[in-house]
């Protein structure tokens, strides 16, 4: 028969990551958990030993009194507690088979196998916690650089709470003020009422504002910024990805099409994360396995929010240059003219045709002499020389222009940012943006001289959506949804 899951039951999980270490982690929540983990241990009584003490002793399998694991048991006593509520966390040795048997007997105990993300749910449900901060829970423990670790701190921290509750403080007080004068006229005239809310609606909209502006750094330093390698075959793509790695991850060879399938990889280059995509050299091709590769490349090209376009300095441009050179136009991009080591052929000229190329190539123009030649040209260039970077990757020649680059287009403030109050997911700056509309409609009310009760709607609309970030407003679905992508044993 299925069990009954509460809010009540004493929950236990495996805390660590799966496999072998030092250590290993066993948790327990709720009211009986002292005494469902004194069951399976032998040592000190762990129901009347002090809060906040770790307790050296054995845990045993009460069917054949054999011992499992040699641990040791902290005691954290409610409500000075990740959950408010009675702790136990047993620490055994690193490893699959003792830790999944400590588990089960503390299973068989009594306890229930938590959900994922209920031990964080827990400590919201009790209050110890608000839905800003659960969220940052998780982007403490994703965190790719040493900013995004920052953020997430500060956001757990309660930052992100504090300023959200003082917004929506500042709308009750003026909604209160409101229903006083609609109650009672006699005291007050509309002109003063809707005075009052427009500069309320001015004034919270302005900081809201403040907050979406930090959206984009935000979701950048949570999720990394996506960022497609793309280039023809064999022009150093697989190169740079493991340049950037300092590894070997993509196979690389002179032949070309050997990437037939979207490598990805997280980097931190200056302090912003990028989530690397390497793609399959884009060219037309009868090979059914790469033609799959050339089309999974062109979605990650058009889903990217960076573009690094990488082309061979050795040789002349050709028509599948020209079309990722047009493709990439729109997109934040850095052209990479690789193989500078090589004598250099390629000429970036917008006049510049594949016969002219072909005759540059045969008249044997290479190197400073093609270099020279170019900066004589009159022509304009098919890319902006502000967005080209010049490498030789098999050298390292050019690379930490490259890192540079990539930290001037997008750092954008991040690294050297005194803000200590970011938005960084796509829950928190939807609903900022609904409350910004609605904000907005106050304002368009006023403008338009509707009733005061009307525009109050909007206003206790703002209110809603606010306190939906913080989760003094939230659904219980979206709750349950939340905590449902948080890993098992947080």
């Not at 006083?180 to 427009?198: A, G």
Request: charged residues 20%.
């Amino acid at each position: 028969m299925a069990q009954t899951v509460t809010e009540y039951d004493t929950i236990a999980a495996i805390s660590t990551p799966p496999g072998e270490g030092a250590i290993s982690i066993v948790r327990l929540s709720g009211e009986h958990a002292l005494a469902i983990a004194q069951a399976v241990y032998k040592g000190k009584n762990l129901t009347k030993v002090a809060s906040h003490t770790i307790n050296y002793g054995h845990i045993l399998d009460p069917d054949t009194g054999t011992v499992v694991d040699e641990v040791m048991v902290s005691v954290l006593r409610a409500p000075k507690t990740y959950t408010r509520e009675d702790m136990v966390e047993i620490n055994t040795h690193g490893g699959i088979v003792a830790t999944n048997r400590v588990l089960q007997l503390l299973l068989g105990a009594g306890a229930r196998l938590a959900e994922p993300g209920e031990f964080t749910k827990r400590a919201f449900l009790n209050g110890r916690i608000d839905l800003t901060q659960a969220e940052s829970v998780m982007d403490l423990i994703r965190a790719k650089t040493d900013r995004s670790l920052q953020v997430a701190v500060d956001q757990l921290d309660g930052n992100l709470h504090h300023l959200i509750t003082n917004l929506r403080q500042d709308i009750l007080e003026v909604l209160a003020q409101v229903e006083v004068n609609i109650d009672y006229p006699e005291y007050d005239t509309d002109e003063m009422t809707t005075k009052l809310l427009q500069e309320k609606a001015e004034q919270v909209l302005t900081r809201v504002d403040g907050l979406l502006q930090t959206a984009s750094q935000g979701k950048v330093l949570r999720d990394g910024l996506a960022t497609a390698i793309v280039g023809r075959p064999n022009v150093g793509k697989s190169s740079l990805l493991n340049y950037m790695l300092h590894e070997a991850k993509a196979i690389v060879t002179d032949v070309p099409g050997t990437t037939r399938d979207v490598l990805e990889e997280y980097v931190n280059v200056r302090g912003v994360p990028l989530r690397l995509l390497d793609t399959a050299g884009i060219r037309d091709t009868d090979d059914k396995v790469e033609k799959i590769g050339v089309e999974r490349s062109r979605k990650a090209l058009a889903q990217a929010d960076l573009v690094m376009l990488v082309l061979d300095a050795s040789q002349p441009l050709t028509a599948e240059d020209r079309d990722l050179i047009a493709a990439t136009a729109a997109k934040p991009r850095i052209v990479i003219l690789n193989k500078q080591d090589l004598p250099v052929r390629l000429d970036l000229s917008a006049t510049a045709t594949a016969a002219e190329a072909s005759a540059a190539e045969a008249s044997g123009a290479t190197g400073a002499a093609a270099a020279a030649t170019a900066a004589a040209a009159p022509s304009a260039s098919l890319i902006p020389e502000g967005q080209i970077v010049r490498t030789a990757i098999t050298t390292g020649a050019g690379m930490p222009a490259l890192d540079t680059k990539i930290a001037n287009l997008f750092n954008a403030g991040i690294e050297n940012s005194q803000t200590t109050v970011m938005v960084t997911n796509a829950r928190q700056i939807g609903l900022l943006r609904q409350a910004k509309a609605s904000l907005q409609s106050v304002l368009d009310g006023i403008a338009a001289g509707m009733p005061i009760d009307l525009v109050q709607i909007d206003m206790t609309a703002a209110w809603d959506k606010l306190g939906e970030i913080t989760g003094d407003a939230a659904p219980d679905e979206l709750i349950t949804q939340l905590f449902s992508q948080f890993c098992l044993g947080k």
